[in-house]
Each structure stands twice: as C-alpha cells, then as structure tokens.
C-alpha cells in the first residue's frame, strides 16, 4: 500500500477492526446478569471492594457476615468462594473494558486512539495490592481468566498498531512484539512481587512507559520529522465504542 493510500481507509475502518478480535467468554452470560437482582448486583460490587485486599483467608460465613446477608444468598450467586472471586473480577474486567472501548472517540488518529484505550484499560490494576494479585494467583481458574482478558487486551492493541502501520503513521515494525510489550505492562507490574519496586502506581507507571515506547516509534512515510505518538486528526477514522465486546 502506497503511503498516500495508507491515509485514505474507509470511514469505519477502526471500527471495523476492533470489531473482529474475539472477546473473552464472559463468566456472567448476558442472561444470568440481566436476571440478577438489585441485591445481588449490589453484593457482587461490595465484594470487589472486600477483595482488594486478598480473599484466600475469607470464608462464605464471613463474606455473609460483612455483607449482612444469608449464606444462601450468596449461595445463591455462587457454589464456593473462588467462584465468586471469578465473577467478581470478571464483572470489574468487562466494565472497565467496555469503559477502555468508549475512550476511543471519533476522529483519532489509531496512536491516539491506543493510549486513550490502554490508558482506560490500566485502571483493571489501579488499585492492586499484592495481596490481591497474591491470591489470584493461587487460583487456577483466575489466572485463565485474567490471561483470557490480557489476550483480548492485546490483540486490539495490536490491531490499532496494524492500522498505524497501514495508515504509514509509523514505520512497518514487527506489531506484534510491540503489542505484546505495551499490553501486557498493567499485569506485569501489579505482580506481587514488582508492585513494592515501583515508584508509582502499577496504573501510573504502565501508562507513563506506554507514553515513551510509542513516542519512541519510528515514524512512517508521511509522518517524517513528527513524534508517532502525537495526537493528529484522523478524518477516516470513527468511534469504536460499539458492540459487545469487554
């Protein structure tokens, strides 16, 4: 594709992209969560709270006392403890996924559009402790499913990467490599064992290394002399802040 070419995608292209990559398998299907009551829903967001820092000592007797509900309420929701650990978090990941999608607005430039959207995505481990991040861990479950949303995470990273490339805002790189690097920062420093070596917080500091690694990008063809990683209209490009997808 010719580098003029590159600046002329269809309108809706971004769109279009995000649109492909498949989502994460949701823990609440559309129909258990659209069936919960208002009770329910407003346990399950307490307990995200109660979680933050570690759940491996908390039994469901506790859980019901704290939240001054029955067991069979929460048994209701859920058969064991981890249980709930996953729909608690899965709930949290998808809300801040859709929140990280909405962050891309119309008319931005695919660069520009990637930091709004990992920026929106690194609030998943704004609040980590290593306690947390310690016993999610210990469950297997969990760790697929956190590893389930990093993928998604991922790929649209790597695709608005893609896009970049295709639009010549930067030059061809290996896009996958980057994304990798860049989507996997929130994760890999709300470790346990990373978070106490950090000056900031784990949110803080993915997103000031997202903002160096894609300033550091080189520039394509038409984009000579600019840092890729400045904000530039993108008349061509439109909102991806549709569909279901986390």
């Known amino acids: 594709m010719s580098p003029v070419a590159t600046t002329l995608l269809g309108a809706g292209e971004m769109t279009r992209r995000i649109r492909a990559v498949p989502a994460p398998v ?3 299907d559309r ?3 659209n069936g919960l009551t208002d009770r329910q829903r ?6 995200g709270t109660m979680f933050d820092d570690g759940f491996a000592q908390i039994t469901m007797a506790e859980l019901a006392a704290r ?5 069979r309420t929460l048994y209701s929701l859920a058969d064991s403890r981890d249980e709930l650990v996953l729909m608690v978090v899965d709930r949290n990941l998808w809300r801040i996924g859709r929140a990280a999608r909405e962050a891309i607005e119309p008319g931005m430039a695919p660069l520009e559009a990637l930091r709004a959207y990992l920026r929106a995505a690194t609030v998943a481990v704004g ?11 210990a469950v297997d479950a969990a760790r697929d499913l956190w590893a389930g949303h990093n993928h998604y995470l991922f790929a649209v990273t790597r695709t608005l990467l893609e896009l970049a490339v295709d639009r010549g805002d930067i030059a061809d790189l290996d896009v996958a490599a980057v994304g990798r690097v860049i989507a996997g920062l929130g994760s890999d420093f709300s470790r346990p064992e990373v978070i106490p ?3 900031s917080s784990p949110k803080d500091a993915a997103d000031a290394v997202v903002d160096i690694v ?9 984009r000579s002399g600019a840092a890729p990683g400045d904000a530039r209209p993108a008349s061509t490009a439109t909102s991806a802040t549709t569909g279901e997808e986390p």
């Open 31 to 33: 129909q258990r969560e």
């Open 214 to 222: 894609l300033r550091g990008l080189p520039p394509g063809p038409g």
């Open 67 to 71: 939240l001054s509900c029955s067991l």
């Open 197 to 199: 070596t950090l000056r």
């Open 26 to 28: 949701p823990v609440l």
């Open 42 to 47: 407003q346990i399950l967001d307490q307990l």
């Open 127 to 137: 609040r980590a402790t290593p306690a947390f991040t310690r016993d999610l861990e």
